[in-house]
């Protein structure tokens, strides 16, 4: 892929979109690119963890970061394998030493997250003990380059709509950009790709097309990632679990206009709003389908 990113969506890719035919408002056929969505079975060496549904692209990120982002693998723990097989849909990781999780299966709490998230009670019991870093800032110069360069992204997001992007960031790079069909498989894909490239999460940006709810408020604390950024709108708890942790909490970051209800002494205003300029008909388009 071309541009400014390690990783980033390929919307020309046929197996994550497919065309399906139809009948516009006039009764006119027309063709319709629709996004793909199969099952993917997670185990965790011999224990089958969840089925998740997903565009299927990144397997082994997804795996890893929705462990990782589940506390189910730490950081000291060592992955001797990752093992995917399309035909039977499953995915598996190895680690040398088994880990028994069923006391965390026992434990789980149902989000508003799309298809399968979920949110462990330990994952919340850990969530205190985390320090984001108080020295991160965000320049209000690299927010709106960021938002620029992220909507104007080709992307499934643009192709065929019913998806989420995640993209994570450094000042005004956007360095991976992940979608699916639930928010949090975005998230986890990201997840999974720092942990295994060991990437440190202490001056990283995280940027979603999403609302900021609770659990893309807990994924990014437990990530270590200080800022976390939408263009789209906030849940109360998301809020208040983002002043609790000490995350700056931007969103409705659209064009020149943004709104910050946590974190905001990270914030450095080194740009006149009045020359970012409005959006570009891409972020409108995004900004439309990002309730989807």
Same mark, same amino acid.
């Given at each position: 892929?071309?541009?400014?990113?390690?990783?980033?969506?390929?919307?020309?890719?046929?197996?994550?979109?497919?065309?399906?035919?139809?009948?516009?408002?006039?009764?006119?056929?027309?063709?319709?690119?629709?996004?793909?969505?199969?099952?993917?079975?997670?185990?965790?060496?011999?224990?089958?963890?969840?089925?998740?549904?997903?565009?299927?692209?990144?397997?082994?990120?997804?795996?890893?970061?929705?462990?990782?982002?589940?506390?189910?693998?730490?950081?000291?723990?060592?992955?001797?394998?990752?093992?995917?097989?399309?035909?039977?849909?499953?995915?598996?990781?190895?680690?040398?030493?088994?880990?028994?999780?069923?006391?965390?299966?026992?434990?789980?709490?149902?989000?508003?997250?799309?298809?399968?998230?979920?949110?462990?009670?330990?994952?919340?019991?850990?969530?205190?003990?985390?320090?984001?870093?108080?020295?991160?800032?965000?320049?209000?110069?690299?927010?709106?380059?960021?938002?620029?360069?992220?909507?104007?992204?080709?992307?499934?997001?643009? $192709? &065929?709509?019913?998806?989420?992007?995640?993209?994570?960031?450094?000042?005004?790079?956007?360095?991976?950009?992940?979608?699916?069909?639930?928010?949090?498989?975005?998230?986890?894909?990201?997840?999974?790709?720092?942990?295994?490239?060991?990437?440190? &999460?202490?001056?990283?940006?995280?940027?979603?097309?999403?609302?900021?709810?609770?659990?893309?408020?807990?994924?990014?604390?437990?990530?270590?990632?200080?800022?976390?950024?939408?263009?789209?709108?906030?849940? &109360?708890?998301?809020?208040?679990?983002?002043?609790?942790?000490?995350?700056?909490?931007?969103?409705?970051?659209?064009?020149?206009?943004?709104?910050?209800?946590?974190?905001? $002494?990270?914030?450095?205003?080194?740009?006149?709003?009045?020359?970012?300029?409005?959006?570009?008909?891409?972020?409108?388009?995004?900004?439309?389908?990002?309730?989807?």
């Amino acid at each position: 892929m071309t541009g400014p990113y390690i990783l980033q969506p390929d919307p020309s890719d046929p197996a994550l979109s497919t065309e399906v035919p139809g009948i516009d408002q006039t009764g006119a056929p027309v063709m319709t690119k629709v996004v793909t969505e199969k099952p993917l079975t997670l185990y965790l060496n011999s224990q089958e963890v969840v089925t998740m549904m997903t565009i299927g692209d990144h397997p082994d990120l997804l795996a890893v970061g929705y462990l990782k982002n589940q506390n189910m693998l730490s950081d000291t723990d060592v992955i001797t394998g990752i093992d995917y097989d399309d035909d039977l849909e499953v995915v598996v990781v190895r680690t040398e030493q088994e880990t028994n999780f069923e006391d965390k299966m026992k434990k789980k709490v149902r989000t508003s997250g799309c298809a399968q998230g979920t949110v462990f009670g330990d994952v919340m019991e850990g969530f205190d003990r985390i320090d984001l870093p108080a020295n991160a800032k965000i320049k209000t110069s690299w927010l709106y380059h960021l938002a620029k360069t992220i909507n104007m992204t080709p992307s499934l997001y643009l $192709e &065929a709509g019913a998806i989420h992007g995640c993209v994570l960031c450094q000042e005004d790079k956007p360095l991976v950009y992940m979608e699916d069909v639930g928010r949090h498989n975005a998230v986890d894909k990201i997840a999974g790709w720092m942990m295994l490239n060991k990437i440190p &999460a202490g001056d990283k940006i995280f940027y979603t097309t999403g609302r900021l709810t609770s659990e893309m408020v807990i994924k990014t604390v437990m990530m270590g990632i200080p800022v976390l950024v939408s263009r789209s709108g906030f849940t &109360a708890w998301g809020v208040e679990l983002a002043q609790k942790a000490g995350l700056t909490l931007i969103g409705r970051a659209r064009g020149k206009r943004f709104v910050a209800l946590a974190g905001n $002494e990270r914030i450095e205003f080194d740009m006149n709003p009045d020359l970012a300029g409005d959006e570009p008909e891409n972020a409108r388009r995004k900004g439309s389908m990002a309730a989807e």
